[in-house]
């Protein structure tokens, strides 16, 4: 069994993804940690995020797993636990540009098709229904409205101890949205076959419920 989930920015998708994963005791698979551990590590080792070539390399050569995949996951890059590390402010900024590489996309999306082959899973990201699992058994689009997913982004970022001022996280997740929206592979759409859930006015129990009555559990 494959369940896709795709969806702008803060739209409460991985929260939903884990949710669901546990519930059905399928493997979360967090596409987005992936995308940002790569982003992390060209940062630590200097790397320029315009130069394909070495991004393409880098992921290449760089191993990223996940820990626990039932409980407190954790992301593991080369051995070293980033899990908190990826969603600084800093990786927020930079991710959708690595992202947006052709030759960097190729390499993610073969290491996650690789990732789902064995296992009932349940996978979070942005081209997740259109290139990664394009044989889904369930493909959702989660979405909410800017202000509302600028809000419980705010929000994390508090909680991990980060200062921030509103209005440059709702630009920042904006421009990351049109970045992720606009690039000419693996960009963030609806598809026909796509169930296309606003979790604006849902909260997460009722956003499980609907989810699980659609998968007829
Ligand atoms: O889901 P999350 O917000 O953590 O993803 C971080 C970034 O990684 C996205 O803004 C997007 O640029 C990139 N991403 C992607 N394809 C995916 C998952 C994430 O391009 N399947």
Do not use: H
């Not at 030759?103 to 296992?119: H, L, P, T």
């Not at 509103?166 to 592979?185: F, G, L, T, Y």
């Amino acid at each position: 069994m494959q369940i896709a989930i795709d969806g702008p920015a803060g739209a409460g998708k991985s929260t939903i993804a884990r949710m669901l994963a546990r519930e059905l005791g399928y493997v979360y698979i967090d596409t987005g940690a992936m995308y940002r551990a790569l982003t992390w590590k060209a940062i630590k080792n200097n790397i320029e995020l315009n130069n394909s070539q070495a991004l393409y390399e880098l992921a290449r050569e760089t191993k990223i797993q996940f820990t626990n995949p039932s409980g407190d996951q954790r992301v593991i890059c080369d051995g070293e636990d980033v899990t908190e590390a990826i969603r600084s402010p800093l990786i927020n900024a930079s991710v959708s540009l690595v992202a947006a590489k052709a030759e960097v996309r190729k390499v993610m999306v073969a290491k996650q098709q690789q990732m789902a082959k064995f296992e009932s899973v349940v996978m979070d990201g942005r081209d997740i229904g259109e290139q990664v699992l394009p044989d889904a058994d369930y493909k959702f689009f989660i979405t909410a409205s800017l202000p509302e997913r600028a809000r419980r982004r705010i929000a994390e970022l508090q909680s991990q101890g980060y200062e921030v001022k509103p209005a440059e996280v709702e630009k920042e997740i904006q421009a990351r949205d049109q970045m992720d929206c606009e690039r000419s592979v693996g960009a963030l759409k609806t598809l026909p076959d796509s169930i296309v859930i606003d979790t604006s006015l849902l909260n997460t129990e009722q956003l499980l419920g609907k989810m699980l009555d659609i998968i007829g559990e």
